[in-house]
DNA sequence: GATGAATGAGACTTCATTCAT
DNA sequence: GATGAATGAAGTCTCATTCAT
C-alpha cells in the first residue's frame, strides 16, 4: 500500500470540483455549438484547466458527453417523480408539466443537448447510453400512474400524455424565455380529469 | 466558341439526377452518422460521384445539409396545407397528425437529421436558415386556423397543438414502427371540439 | 463503373513514384532516429509530400515500417539465393558473406533498421510479420546447403554459419565502411570444408 | 538544521533499493515495449512507487535507460574476464561463449534492450554512450588474447571471434530457449586451435 | 464535365516533467 | 522524503477543399 500525502480528502474534494467544472463548461459548450462543434482544447480553456487534465478525470472527449447525458436522463427521472404525488390526473399533468419547465429552467442546456443526440442512434450506440430502455420506463412508469388516477385507456392515454410533455418542453425550451407556459400547461391539463373514477377494471 | 454541346436539355437533367442523388446519399449518411460523422468522401462514394464532382453542385459540405433542411421544412409547410380543408378543428388536427405521420414515413431520416439540428443555435446561424420566423409562420398558420373553427383562446391552443404535433411525431419516429399511431391520433383528437361553434371575436 | 480521367496509367504511375519516396525517406528517417524517434510530420518533409498524401498511401505509419521490414527480409532471402550455386561449403559460405555484404551496402540503413526491432517481441506481433517463420525457414535452408554439400552434423554448423553470417553483418554496419570484409570473409571460409565429401547419410 | 534524520544509513539503504526497483522495473518494460513504448508512469507503477519519486532517483526518463546500457556494457565486459584464463585460443572460445551464454540468461531482456538500441545512432549519442570506444576496447582485447595464446593473424581472427559471439548470442536470446546453446559452442570451439603453439612475432 | 491526388489545418490524445502539499 | 494533480507541447491521423489533367 502506498502513501498518500497531501492528505486524501483535499485531494479528492480539489478532483471533484475539478471534474464538475468540466462537466458544467460542457453542457455550455456542447449545446451552443454540438459535441462535433466543440474542440477538447475549447472545452478545457471553458473549464480553465490544461488540457491533459481533462484526460485525467475522463477517458474521452465522449466519456464527458456520456455522463452528461446520463444527467440528464436522472433529471427526467425526477420530473415524474414530483408528480406522483397528485391524486389526480389533471393535477398529475399540471405537476408534471411544472416542474418539467422548472428543470428546464435549470437545465435549459443540458436538455436542448441530449434532445439533439436523440436521434442519432450511431451516437448514442457508442455512448452506451441505456436510452431505449429508459423511454421504456418512462413509459410505463406513466400509464400506471394514469391508470391508478382512473383513466381508462391508459396506455394509449400515457403516450398522448408523453407527447405532450416533450412538445411543450420543446417549444419552451426554442422560445428562449417569451413562452406563456403556465396559460400552454393550464389549457394542457384541462384536457384530463379533474377528478378520479372509480376503476371497473385493471389496466392491462 | 467550344462549349454548349450536343444537347442542352439532357446535360441539365443529368446534372439535376446528379444533384438529387447526392442529397439523398446525404440523408442517409448525416441522419444516421450525424453531419460531422460524415465526411465528404462517404457521401460522394454513396452518391457514387467523385468527390471533386460533388463540388461543382454544391459549395460546400455545408451547403448540401442546407439544401436538406429548406427541403424539411417544405415537408413541414406541406403538411399543414393538407390539414387546412377540413371544417373542424377535430378534423383540422386529425388529419394534421395522419398526414404529419405520413411524411415521417416518407422522410423519416431527414425529420431526424433536422431534430438533431434544432437545438444547436451556432449551426443553425452558420446554415443562415429561417428557423426562428419559419417556426413564428407555422404558429400564425395554427393560431388563425384553430380561430377560425372556432376555438377560443386559439393563441393558446395553437401552442398546445404545436407542441402535440412534435411530440407525436418525436415518439413516432423513436419507436422504428412499432407505434400506435392511429390511436394516439384518436385520443389526442377526441381533445377538440368535432363542431364548429360561432365565433364571437377575431383572434387578434 | 466510374470513369477515370487524367488516364489511369500516368495516376498508377504518380502513386508509386510517391510511395517510393515515402518507403526511401522513412529508412533513412527510422534508422537513424528509431521509429518512434521520427514524427509523421518529418517523415513527410523528408519525402517531400504533405502529411495527408502519406495516409492515402499507408494506413499509418506502422504500416510503413511493415513495409519496409517485409522488403528486408527479402533482401535476406536473396541473399541466400546467390550463394546456392556454389558446389562446395568454402565457396557457398564464401559467397554467402559476400553477398550479404554487398547487401548491406546497398541497404544498410534498412538492414540497421530491421536489426533494431529484431528483439522487440511487442512490436513485431503488431507488424505481423512472420520473422519467427522466416527466420526457421532460412535455418532449414541454410541446414540442406550444407547436408547438400557434405558437412556432417548440417544441423548445428547451419547454426554457427547462421550466427556467423549475422554477426559478421552486425560488426560490418556498425564500422561504417572501415571493416576488413574481405579478409575476414576469409578467414570465416578457411574454416569450411573447400572440397565435397561423399555423403554416407542423408541430413536427417 | 533539520535533515540528516534517524538513521543515515538506512535511508541511504531504502534510497538504494527504491532505485534498483525502477532499473529492474525499466528492464522489464523497455525490453518488452521499447523505450518510447513505455511511459513514466508504467514505469513509476510497475516499480511499485509514485512518479513524483522516480525523478528524486532520475534526472528524466533516458537517465534510467541511460544506467541500464552502463549496466549491460559492464555485463559484456565481465563475460571476457571469464574467459581470459584459459590457456589455449579454444578454451578462451568456449569460456567466452559460454559465459555469454550464461550472462544472457541472467539477463536476456537488458541484452535485448541494448540490442535494440545498437543501431540507432542518434539514440545513442543523446545517451552519451561510450559505444563507439567499448567496442574498440573490446575488439583490442580479444585481439591480445587470441595473439597471447599464439592464434596468427589475431587481428582479424579477433573479429571473426567478436562476430561469432555476437551472432550466437543473437541467435541464443531469439530463440527463447530452445536453442542448442552447448552444441554449437562445442562446433564452433572446434574450428579454433586446442593448442598454444610458440609465437614467433608479435600481434601489431 | 469528371476525376482523385494532393494539401495542410486542426482534431483528439498521450506523456515527460514539475511542484504544492 | 513522497505524492499525484496539473501542465502544455507534440504526436498521429482525418478531412474539407482545390486543381491539374
Known amino acids: 500500500m502506498r502513501g498518500m500525502p497531501r492528505n486524501a480528502d483535499a485531494n479528492a474534494a480539489l478532483r ?16 451552443r455549438h454540438g459535441f462535433d462543434g466543440t474542440s477538447v482544447r475549447a472545452l478545457a480553456q ?23 447525458m446520463r444527467s440528464s436522463m436522472l433529471d427526467v427521472a425526477r420530473t415524474l417523480e414530483a408528480a406522483d404525488r397528485e391524486p389526480t390526473a389533471r393535477g398529475f ?19 436542448r443537448l441530449s434532445q439533439g443526440l436523440r436521434h442519432q442512434p450511431e ?11 429508459f423511454l421504456g420506463a418512462t413509459h410505463q412508469r406513466l400509464t400506471q400512474a394514469l391508470a391508478e388516477r382512473g383513466v381508462p385507456d391508459a396506455d394509449i392515454e400515457a403516450r398522448v400524455l408523453f407527447a405532450t410533455v416533450e412538445g411543450v418542453s420543446q417549444q419552451y425550451v ?12 393550464q389549457a394542457v391539463a ?7 373514477r372509480k376503476r371497473k377494471a385493471d389496466t392491462r
Chains 1, 2, 3, 4 share one sequence.
Not at 451516437?123 to 430502455?133: D, F, G, I, S
Not at 422560445?175 to 406563456?180: I, L, M, V
Not at 384541462?190 to 378520479?196: A, L
Open 16 to 31: 471533484e470540483k475539478t471534474r464538475e467544472r468540466v462537466l458544467q463548461a460542457a453542457v455550455r459548450l456542447f449545446s
Open 46 to 68: 471553458e473549464a480553465d484547466i490544461a488540457v491533459g487534465l481533462l484526460y485525467s478525470h475522463f477517458d474521452s472527449k465522449e466519456a464527458v458527453l456520456s455522463a452528461l
Open 93 to 111: 399533468v399540471t405537476v408534471l408539466l411544472t416542474s418539467a419547465v422548472e428543470m428546464l429552467d435549470a437545465h435549459r442546456d443540458l436538455w
Open 123 to 133: 451516437v448514442l450506440a457508442r455512448l452506451k447510453l441505456p436510452l431505449e430502455q
Open 174 to 185: 426554442q422560445h428562449e424565455g417569451d413562452y406563456p407556459a403556465a396559460a400552454v400547461i
Open 190 to 196: 384541462r384536457r384530463w380529469p379533474g377528478v378520479t
